[in-house]
């Protein structure tokens, strides 16, 4: 799986130079000026400067889904398992059954981008 050419990619490239803040379930976990993106597997590296212009860079899992609301300044990543099953029970089922590997602060959630 690719990015290229996706609505994920033209999103990203959309917020480049822009501050921003990411945030799950209303908390904050990163914020700065977007630099740099790039695919890494099935993450997604990106690029901020904070606001003591330190490069950090960290990765997010490619979402199943992306909205954009450009009239609130904000995007939404969908890492919810009933968007993964579009909205199938059974499926839904079958992936909640299925071992998880840890615990991953995206696993059936929304990660909220807000353009400052």
């Not at 009239?71 to 499926?91: G, H, M, Q």
Request: proline share 3%; hydrophobic share 35%; aromatic share 12%.
């Amino acid at each position: 799986m690719t990015i290229d050419d996706t609505y994920l990619e033209e999103v990203l490239k959309g917020l480049l130079q822009k501050d921003l803040h990411f945030s799950i379930k209303n908390k904050t976990f990163k914020k700065g000026k977007l630099i740099l993106f790039k695919q890494n597997n099935y993450h997604v590296a990106l690029t901020i400067k904070n606001n003591k212009d330190e490069l950090k860079n960290f990765e997010i899992p490619i979402p199943f889904d992306v909205e954009v609301w450009e009239e609130d300044d904000l995007v939404f990543f969908d890492y919810r398992i009933t968007t993964l099953a579009k909205n199938n029970p059974d499926l839904q089922q079958v992936i909640r059954n299925l071992p998880r590997d840890g615990n991953n602060k995206f696993y059936d959630t929304i990660c909220e981008i807000k353009i400052k």
